[in-house]
Protein backbone atom coordinates (compact mmCIF):
# COMPACT_ATOMS: atom_id res chain seq x y z
CA UNK A 1 0.00 0.00 0.00
CA UNK A 2 1.03 3.12 -0.55
CA UNK A 3 1.63 6.17 1.69
CA UNK A 4 0.43 9.81 1.20
CA UNK A 5 3.55 10.68 1.31
CA UNK A 6 4.26 8.76 -1.33
CA UNK A 7 1.33 9.87 -3.27
CA UNK A 8 1.70 13.54 -2.35
CA UNK A 9 5.32 14.23 -1.95
CA UNK A 10 6.68 17.20 -0.47
CA UNK A 11 7.59 20.73 -1.35
CA UNK A 12 10.73 21.96 -0.88
CA UNK A 13 12.09 25.66 -1.46
CA UNK A 14 15.81 27.13 -1.84
CA UNK A 15 16.32 30.51 -0.14
CA UNK A 16 19.54 32.94 0.06
CA UNK A 17 21.17 35.73 -1.57
CA UNK A 18 20.50 36.10 -5.81
CA UNK A 19 24.00 34.49 -6.93
CA UNK A 20 24.92 32.39 -4.19
CA UNK A 21 24.06 29.03 -6.76
CA UNK A 22 20.57 28.11 -5.78
CA UNK A 23 19.23 27.67 -9.30
CA UNK A 24 22.67 25.78 -10.02
CA UNK A 25 22.23 23.40 -7.43
CA UNK A 26 18.61 22.68 -8.25
CA UNK A 27 20.33 21.85 -11.70
CA UNK A 28 22.52 19.78 -10.19
CA UNK A 29 20.57 17.51 -8.06
CA UNK A 30 18.07 17.13 -10.77
CA UNK A 31 20.16 16.61 -13.77
CA UNK A 32 23.28 15.61 -12.47
CA UNK A 33 25.19 18.49 -14.60
CA UNK A 34 26.77 21.93 -13.95
CA UNK A 35 25.63 24.72 -16.09
CA UNK A 36 27.15 27.85 -15.23
CA UNK A 37 25.19 29.62 -18.18
CA UNK A 38 22.16 29.64 -15.80
CA UNK A 39 20.81 33.00 -15.71
CA UNK A 40 19.29 34.81 -12.33
CA UNK A 41 15.40 33.67 -11.45
CA UNK A 42 13.20 35.72 -11.56
CA UNK A 43 10.03 35.00 -8.94
CA UNK A 44 10.24 31.30 -8.86
CA UNK A 45 10.78 28.82 -10.71
CA UNK A 46 10.10 24.60 -10.20
CA UNK A 47 11.39 21.32 -10.73
CA UNK A 48 10.58 18.12 -10.13
CA UNK A 49 12.57 14.95 -8.63
CA UNK A 50 12.85 12.47 -6.17
CA UNK A 51 14.56 10.78 -3.48
CA UNK A 52 14.54 7.60 -1.90
CA UNK A 53 13.93 7.50 1.81
CA UNK A 54 13.50 4.64 4.25
CA UNK A 55 13.17 1.98 1.46
CA UNK A 56 10.72 4.34 -0.11
CA UNK A 57 10.66 6.91 -3.42
CA UNK A 58 9.71 10.16 -2.09
CA UNK A 59 8.09 12.72 -5.07
CA UNK A 60 10.26 15.99 -4.28
CA UNK A 61 8.14 19.98 -5.94
CA UNK A 62 11.55 21.91 -5.67
CA UNK A 63 10.90 25.63 -5.73
CA UNK A 64 13.72 27.59 -6.68
CA UNK A 65 12.90 31.49 -5.60
CA UNK A 66 14.63 34.49 -6.31
CA UNK A 67 17.50 36.00 -4.14
CA UNK A 68 16.54 39.57 -5.03
CA UNK A 69 15.29 42.22 -2.63
CA UNK A 70 12.60 43.36 -5.07
CA UNK A 71 10.93 39.54 -5.00
CA UNK A 72 11.25 38.99 -1.49
CA UNK A 73 7.72 39.36 -0.75
CA UNK A 74 6.56 37.06 -3.41
CA UNK A 75 8.68 34.53 -2.73
CA UNK A 76 7.64 34.32 1.35
CA UNK A 77 4.20 33.83 0.18
CA UNK A 78 5.32 29.97 -1.15
CA UNK A 79 7.39 29.76 2.31
CA UNK A 80 3.77 28.82 3.70
CA UNK A 81 3.29 25.71 2.23
CA UNK A 82 7.07 24.40 2.73
CA UNK A 83 7.96 21.23 3.93
CA UNK A 84 11.37 22.11 3.70
CA UNK A 85 13.89 24.79 2.60
CA UNK A 86 17.69 25.28 2.04
CA UNK A 87 19.15 28.05 3.28
CA UNK A 88 21.87 28.93 0.41
CA UNK A 89 25.05 30.73 1.12
CA UNK A 90 27.93 31.08 -0.94
CA UNK A 91 31.18 30.61 0.73
CA UNK A 92 32.60 32.91 -1.45
CA UNK A 93 29.94 35.66 -0.26
CA UNK A 94 30.19 37.53 3.26
CA UNK A 95 27.17 39.57 2.70
CA UNK A 96 24.82 36.33 1.52
CA UNK A 97 26.18 34.56 4.96
CA UNK A 98 25.48 37.58 6.67
CA UNK A 99 22.12 37.48 5.40
CA UNK A 100 20.93 33.78 6.79
CA UNK A 101 19.87 35.80 9.98
CA UNK A 102 17.30 37.83 7.47
CA UNK A 103 16.41 34.24 5.48
CA UNK A 104 15.91 32.83 8.73
CA UNK A 105 13.67 35.03 10.41
CA UNK A 106 11.91 34.91 7.02
CA UNK A 107 11.38 31.29 7.35
CA UNK A 108 10.06 31.54 11.42
CA UNK A 109 7.95 34.29 10.27
CA UNK A 110 6.31 32.59 7.10
CA UNK A 111 6.85 28.88 7.06
CA UNK A 112 5.20 26.25 9.16
CA UNK A 113 6.21 25.84 12.39
CA UNK A 114 7.51 21.85 11.35
CA UNK A 115 9.59 22.71 8.46
CA UNK A 116 12.80 21.26 8.34
CA UNK A 117 15.68 23.34 7.27
CA UNK A 118 19.19 23.03 6.59
CA UNK A 119 22.29 24.96 6.00
CA UNK A 120 23.95 24.20 2.83
CA UNK A 121 27.23 26.54 1.94
CA UNK A 122 27.25 26.68 -1.87
CA UNK A 123 30.39 26.81 -3.94
CA UNK A 124 33.01 24.54 -1.72
CA UNK A 125 35.10 23.97 -4.86
CA UNK A 126 36.14 27.70 -5.13
CA UNK A 127 38.90 26.94 -2.11
CA UNK A 128 40.82 29.94 -3.22
CA UNK A 129 37.79 32.36 -3.38
CA UNK A 130 36.77 31.37 0.44
CA UNK A 131 35.80 33.74 2.44
CA UNK A 132 33.53 31.86 4.85
CA UNK A 133 35.50 29.44 7.36
CA UNK A 134 33.58 25.92 8.09
CA UNK A 135 33.96 26.85 11.19
CA UNK A 136 31.89 29.97 11.11
CA UNK A 137 29.04 28.32 9.45
CA UNK A 138 29.12 25.53 11.69
CA UNK A 139 28.69 27.95 14.36
CA UNK A 140 25.88 29.90 13.04
CA UNK A 141 23.99 26.55 12.61
CA UNK A 142 24.71 25.37 15.85
CA UNK A 143 23.19 28.75 17.36
CA UNK A 144 20.29 27.99 14.67
CA UNK A 145 19.90 24.76 15.69
CA UNK A 146 20.26 23.66 12.07
CA UNK A 147 22.16 20.53 10.37
CA UNK A 148 24.78 22.39 7.81
CA UNK A 149 26.69 21.17 5.08
CA UNK A 150 28.90 22.58 2.22
CA UNK A 151 28.24 21.71 -1.27
CA UNK A 152 29.56 22.73 -5.11
CA UNK A 153 26.65 22.79 -7.54
CA UNK A 154 29.78 22.50 -9.49
CA UNK A 155 31.40 19.53 -8.74
CA UNK A 156 28.59 17.70 -7.59
CA UNK A 157 29.70 16.98 -3.99
CA UNK A 158 27.26 16.69 -1.42
CA UNK A 159 24.34 17.91 -3.63
CA UNK A 160 22.62 14.36 -3.25
CA UNK A 161 23.11 14.41 0.41
CA UNK A 162 21.84 17.91 0.92
CA UNK A 163 18.53 16.95 -0.41
CA UNK A 164 18.42 13.69 0.70
CA UNK A 165 18.83 14.96 4.32
CA UNK A 166 16.41 17.54 4.16
CA UNK A 167 13.69 15.01 2.27
CA UNK A 168 14.52 12.84 5.30
CA UNK A 169 14.44 15.56 7.95
CA UNK A 170 10.73 16.70 6.51
CA UNK A 171 9.34 13.24 6.27
CA UNK A 172 10.03 12.78 10.28
CA UNK A 173 8.37 16.31 10.70
CA UNK A 174 11.14 18.14 11.61
CA UNK A 175 11.75 16.39 14.66
CA UNK A 176 15.06 17.74 16.92
CA UNK A 177 18.00 16.30 15.94
CA UNK A 178 21.06 15.73 17.73
CA UNK A 179 24.59 15.62 16.42
CA UNK A 180 24.88 11.84 16.12
CA UNK A 181 21.18 11.63 13.45
CA UNK A 182 22.34 12.80 10.58
CA UNK A 183 26.11 11.81 9.08
CA UNK A 184 26.90 14.06 6.27
CA UNK A 185 30.29 12.37 4.37
CA UNK A 186 32.77 14.41 1.65
CA UNK A 187 33.43 11.47 0.71
CA UNK A 188 29.54 10.27 -0.50
CA UNK A 189 29.44 9.19 -3.61
CA UNK A 190 26.80 10.99 -5.84
CA UNK A 191 24.05 9.00 -7.48
CA UNK A 192 22.61 9.87 -10.88
CA UNK A 193 19.19 10.99 -10.36
CA UNK A 194 16.88 12.05 -13.35
CA UNK A 195 13.88 14.87 -12.95
CA UNK A 196 10.25 13.46 -14.27
Avoid at 19 to 27: D, R, T
Avoid at 36 to 55: A, H, L, P, W, Y
Avoid at 137 to 163: D, Y
Wanted: glycine share 6%.
Amino acid sequence: MTSELEETGLKLILIGNSLVGKSCLLHQFCDSEFDQEIGTTIGVDFRFSSVNIGGKTIKLQIWDTAGQERFRTITSTYYRSADGILLVYSITSKESFDQIHHWYNEIKKNAPKSVATVLVGNKKDLISERVIKTEQAEELAKELNLPFMEVSAKTGENVQVAFETLGKLATEGNKPQTEDDIVLSDNEQQKKKKCC
